[in-house]
Nanobody, 123 residues
Framework: VQLQASGGGLVQPGGSLKLSCVVS????????IGWFRQVPGKVREGVMC????????YLTDSMKGRFAISRDNAKNTVYLQMDSLKLEDTAVYYC?????????????????WGKGTQVTVSS
């Protein structure tokens, strides 16, 4: 299984970005995908998860109302729509997958990880 994250970039506070995670090697019908982020020197933080059944959950409360996760099964791709971005959202964002039914906020148990994509929120 391979995951490829993309879509990061530089955005001003209050702006939006949409990240993509293309999954190969397994159907999303059988794989749950989570988005995680990490700032150098800090602990990895869970963002959102979408289960193999298509159920989405927030892994951290601070994203509620600002971030949304979705998927396109035909493209085997999971998206993370990020709105109202804040300076503290700056991080490297990773997508990861598991054949389990959910994602742990700390990312433990995720079997496959993609390379990260940098999101920088700055004025």
């Amino acid at each position: 299984v391979q995951l490829q994250a993309s879509g990061g970039g530089l955005v001003q506070p209050g702006g939006s970005l949409k990240l993509s995670c293309v999954v190969s090697g397994i159907s999303l019908d059988y794989y749950s995908i989570g988005w995680f982020r990490q700032v150098p020197g800090k602990v990895r933080e869970g963002v959102m998860c979408i289960s193999s059944r298509g159920i989405s959950t927030y892994l951290t409360d601070s994203m509620k109302g600002r971030f949304a996760i979705s998927r396109d099964n035909a493209k085997n791709t999971v998206y993370l729509q990020m709105d109202s971005l804040k300076l503290e959202d700056t991080a490297v964002y990773y997508c990861a997958g598991t054949d389990g039914s959910s994602c742990r906020p700390d990312g433990v148990g995720m079997a496959s990880w993609g390379k990260g994509t940098q999101v920088t929120v700055s004025s």
